[in-house]
């Protein structure tokens, strides 16, 4: 296990620069996320990090080792794709011991550790079968096993549960994460998908257009988003994000006064943009009001989606409710759960 260590990290191709200076920590056993929309260059970053990738400028240091002109071969890590790249003509066996195999390693020594890491995936049955007899999560599974056989500093995952369904990508993470708590390896996870992030890992990167946006806990990045933009990806359903004008000390929305956030004051007149969830905003007689337009009830929850003054807004209500599109209902936030942010630069107040 290891460290890594990112310094004024930057890549370019040709004059399109697509990194741009990245600095980030991540600590020896961590399990860290690197999360944002397509192209904000979360798969890039993991890929300099692996060595499939070349370095524009900056450093890459896995544990006290500078590693930027170094192959993936040489760098102790071990990477599960997407797409599992299995020998479809190998067995799982011998998928999951081809690198030890092409180290020289004994082969007695091979089948042990193949059969340790079978063991601890549930692949035990399955070792003499070919890929094609197996379902997409087994081969996901093989192919986390032919990482775990090599015992690396460093596990890197990319985008590995997108071509499972939605009921095996929920059982797949789960097993992701209990084999991290296991093994405590050092463990680089590129996702899309937020909702894996929350609940994968101790840290989360929030990335876009090549930046870093924000860096903490799950729990740190939903509670206290560092600007508009975090604010409005982690989460699901996203923060409601409305314009307003400070005004005698509330937040003037299209009318509607809101309450400030607790503990913050603001210039009056000063433009912002009030973040509410969508779990903070209830029923009653003074705040947003709007038309109901969709309802979604998810069983535990039910999602009203309204729209007012142009706008969509959404709340999430654990109790049953009663509305049909067209009714006309009035929401009002919970003040210790808002958030603000300045209009013009979008960081939080």
Do not use: W
């Not at 939605?166 to 050092?186: C, F, G, P, S, Y």
């Not at 840290?203 to 409005?232: C, H, T, W």
């Amino acid at each position: 296990m290891a460290e890594v260590t990112i310094r004024a990290l930057r890549k370019s191709y040709g004059g399109l620069q697509v990194i741009h200076g990245l600095d980030l920590d991540i600590a020896d056993g961590a399990f860290v996320v690197l999360v944002g929309p397509s192209g904000c260059g979360k798969s890039t970053l993991l890929r300099m990090i692996a060595g499939l990738e070349d370095v524009t400028g900056g450093d890459v240091m896995i544990g006290d080792n500078r590693v930027n002109n170094l192959p993936p071969s040489e760098r102790d890590i071990a990477m599960v794709f997407q797409n599992y790249a299995l020998y479809p003509h190998k067995t799982v066996a011998a998928n999951m011991g081809f690198a030890l195999k092409m180290r020289g390693m004994d082969k007695e020594a091979i089948r042990a550790k193949v059969e340790h890491a079978a063991g601890i995936l549930g692949l035990t049955p399955y070792l003499d079968r070919y890929p094609r007899a197996l379902s997409g999560g087994q081969r996901q599974r093989v192919a986390m096993g032919r990482a775990i056989v090599r015992d690396p500093q460093v596990f890197l995952f990319d985008e590995p549960l997108s071509n499972l369904d939605a009921k095996l990508r929920v059982q797949m993470r789960t097993e992701i994460k209990e084999l991290h708590q296991r093994l405590k390896t050092t463990t680089v996870y590129v996702t899309h998908d937020q909702i894996e992030a929350m609940t994968m890992a101790d840290k989360i990167v929030v990335m876009q257009g090549g930046r870093i946006e924000q860096v903490g806990s799950p729990l740190e990045l939903y509670d206290r988003p560092a600007n508009v933009f975090v604010a409005a990806f982690i989460g699901s359903p996203s923060m409601n994000l409305v314009e307003g004008r400070i005004a005698g000390g509330m937040v003037d929305v299209s009318g509607a006064r809101l309450p400030l956030p607790a503990g913050i004051s603001a210039d009056v007149g000063r433009e912002v943009i009030y973040g509410i969830r969508p779990e903070h905003l209830h029923q009653a007689d003074e705040g947003l009001t709007g038309t109901v337009s969709v309802i979604e009830p998810t069983g535990s929850e039910t999602h009203v989606v309204l729209r007012l003054a142009g706008r969509e807004l959404t709340a999430v209500f654990r109790n049953r409710v009663a509305f049909v599109p067209g009714d006309t209902i009035t929401l009002a936030p919970d003040a210790v759960a808002s958030h603000l942010f300045d209009k013009a630069t979008g960081q939080r107040i």
